[in-house]
């Protein structure tokens, strides 16, 4: 079973996040038509990804950027809180990467910043996604109705969290 690390964004990895913007369905439901190519390079020089209300790491197995974790601020109320999100290569998935990744990234998130909520959402028709969040110490909070608009139509969207005092999983098991 591949073991996941995660690691800053580097030079070479932006060809890889051009190809997320422009190449159709190479992240599955999350496609939302073509995207700015350049805006991966416009941003990284500026922070290298690792800004104060959000970011994102490369997933990496054996050398091998297989994708990206990101994160960015929310707000409610007074509360700030970080909603993550992940994308991998398809060739990366269902082999346990993704929910140890996003457990990394949460106890990264946890361990740098005051943050007491991590939240991430999902379609409803994407199990894989729920199980990777349940397996990374994700709870189902509920439905968000109507909440994202993709393929011609308003659609419901799945909502998840862990909070500091949660249980974390064994990124190794």
Avoid at 135 to 145: D, P, T
């Amino acid at each position: 079973m591949p073991v996941p690390a995660l690691r800053p964004v580097t030079e070479p990895d932006l060809a890889l996040f051009r190809r997320f913007a422009t190449e159709p369905w190479l992240v599955g439901l999350d496609w939302h038509g073509f995207r700015d190519p350049g805006a991966a390079t416009r941003r990284f020089p500026v922070d290298g990804y690792l800004g104060e209300d959000g970011g994102r790491l490369i997933v990496e197995v054996e050398d091998t950027a297989t994708g990206s974790v990101s994160w960015d601020s929310r707000s409610h109320g007074r509360g700030r809180y970080w909603e993550i999100g992940i994308v991998l290569l398809p060739e990366w998935r269902g082999q346990g990467i993704g929910w140890r990744a996003q457990a990394m990234l949460c106890d990264y998130l946890f361990l740098h910043t005051p943050a007491e909520r991590i939240q991430a959402g999902t379609h409803p028709e994407n199990h894989a996604e729920q199980r990777s969040l349940v397996k990374a110490g994700f709870q189902h909070e509920g439905v968000l109705r109507a909440v994202e608009w993709r393929a011609g139509q308003w659609r419901d969207g799945y909502l998840y969290s862990r909070l500091r005092s949660d249980p974390a999983p064994d990124p190794a098991a």
